[in-house]
């Protein structure tokens, strides 16, 4: 129970599909963040809101658009994605972006992406 | 940005512990040395974290040196569930974390 819930866990789709991948927390944090795991690839930081307002995006394509209704629901939707965009995608959490140093990131477990 | 170094893999006995290395030697005064963990399909979890002092928890101790340019992270006594992959990761105060490729640490019955 890690505080921080993604669904679904595995998704395969075609590359004309559009999906959406969700994230919920469930601890009050403030700030919250998606992150790209490929096959023996460091995690990449895609995207980090903070109070709902979208405040780092890592040059990523617009085939990937982030929405943050509340302080507590992320998203990822999905649309016209490449098989080279198969990889764990992960969200996490914190206090808040200055809290970070001293309460750390709080991650779901991920939602396993194949695109066909 | 200061950078970590880690060994790439490194394997451990049951029930011994285990020392995990990291180096940092540009790390600079405020920097905050941190440690997640990746266990199979799953996302990174929060080991423990310090600054200047050595700091322990019920998950680990962290040993930090005195130049503060290394660091380790000892796992008391290693269990099976304790395979996974180790990030060490500085925080410089730029409101992320930013993930190496760590240690996978392999844990023999």
């Known amino acids: 129970e890690t505080g921080v819930t993604q669904t679904p866990r595995h998704l395969v789709m075609g590359m004309t599909n559009k999906k959406s991948l969700k994230c919920e927390q469930h601890l009050g944090h403030n700030a919250m963040y998606w992150y790209k795991q490929s096959a023996k690839k460091p995690l990449e930081l895609m995207f980090v809101y903070s109070l709902e307002e979208r405040v780092e995006n890592n040059s990523v394509p617009s085939r990937f658009s982030p929405e943050c209704p509340n302080s507590s629901h992320l998203f990822l939707h999905l649309h016209t994605l490449q098989p080279e965009d198969s990889a764990l995608y992960l969200c996490?959490?914190?206090?808040?972006?200055?809290?970070?140093?001293?309460?750390?990131?709080?991650f779901g477990s991920g939602t396993q992406l194949s695109v066909l | 940005d200061a950078k970590t170094t880690q060994p790439n893999s490194m394997e451990s006995n049951e029930e011994e512990p285990v020392h995990l290395p990291c180096n940092h030697s540009t790390i600079s005064g405020t920097d905050y040395i941190h440690w997640y963990r990746q266990l199979p399909s799953q996302g990174p979890e929060y080991v423990i974290h310090?600054?200047?002092s050595n700091v322990n928890n019920r998950m680990a101790s962290l040993a930090i040196a005195e130049d503060r340019k290394s660091s380790t992270l000892i796992l008391h006594r290693a269990t099976l569930r304790d395979a996974a992959v180790y990030y060490c990761i500085l925080y410089f105060g730029n409101e992320k974390l930013t993930f190496g490729t760590g240690t996978r640490l392999t844990i023999i019955p």
């Open positions: 310090g600054l200047t």
């Open positions: 996490a959490s914190s206090q808040d972006r200055q809290a970070l140093g001293w309460m750390g990131l709080f």
